[in-house]
């Protein structure tokens, strides 16, 4: 069982839609939870960082951590074709360990205009 | 922003050769940074972790002879590719953090092919 499990798609959906990604993970350990958005061929991008459960807000993406269900969400509303790419979760644990990060497979989304 | 350049973006070399790509992380220090690699459609799997003046660690499975990893300034940190075959071909990424922020920020990838 890999230690982040998360649906690789891929997703499609038409602009304007709401687009909710998710991932579950095995190891309670993970305390920092990460949204990365990575275009083809490239590295990723940041878009949302968070610390044990809660919500984060940044525009119209929303990031949701449920630890006690180990259970991380991305939502992003009002979806344009630009947000059209791969996105991971990522998570890490504190301490020494927590620049190593341990990724999802990523999720392949597509909005069509 | 937090910015980190990799070099070179692509490379195709011989079998048996070497390939060096580099790692800077442009407007900060750091003093730690990390390689990872990715096959197509696959996530990014951590290769080793690179310290600044001291040797670097590799994860469970990792060649470290083969993945050498240099951490020579604040600045700069190089993986080389020894004597490469073509399983060794893939996406290399580099990561580091600049300490006023949370979260890593990641270099634009090595795409490596070996023929």
């Known amino acids: 069982q890999k230690e982040v499990e998360q649906d690789p798609g891929p997703l499609s959906v038409p602009e304007g839609a709401i687009v909710s990604l998710n991932c579950t993970y095995s190891n309670s350990a993970f305390q920092y939870f990460m949204w990365y958005r990575q275009y083809s061929r490239k590295g990723p991008e940041l878009l949302m960082y968070?610390?044990?459960?809660g919500n984060k807000e940044d525009g119209r993406f929303t990031a949701q951590v449920d630890k006690s269900s180990k259970y991380i969400s991305l939502f992003i509303r009002d979806s344009q074709p630009s947000d059209s790419a791969t996105y991971l979760c990522?998570?890490?644990?504190?301490?020494?360990?927590?620049?190593?990060?341990?990724f999802g497979q990523g999720t392949i989304l597509t909005v069509h205009p | 922003g937090a910015v980190v350049s990799q070099h070179p973006s692509w490379v195709i070399c011989k079998s048996g050769t070497s390939v060096k790509i580099e790692c800077r992380s442009l407007d900060f220090q750091a003093t730690t940074m990390f390689w990872y690699r990715q096959f197509p459609k696959q996530s990014l799997m951590l290769m080793a972790t690179s310290n600044e003046g001291s040797k670097a660690t590799y994860e469970q499975g990792v060649e470290k002879d083969k993945f050498l990893i240099n951490h020579a300034s604040l600045t700069l940190s190089t993986l080389t590719v020894t004597s490469a075959h073509p399983e060794d071909s893939s996406f290399y990424i580099c990561?580091?953090?600049?300490?006023?922020?949370?979260?890593?920020?990641f270099g634009s990838g090595t795409r490596l092919t070996v023929v």
């Open positions: 990561s580091a953090r600049d300490q006023g922020n949370y979260g890593y920020t």
């Open positions: 990522a998570m890490s644990a504190g301490g020494t360990s927590y620049g190593k990060l341990t």
């Open positions: 968070t610390y044990s459960s």
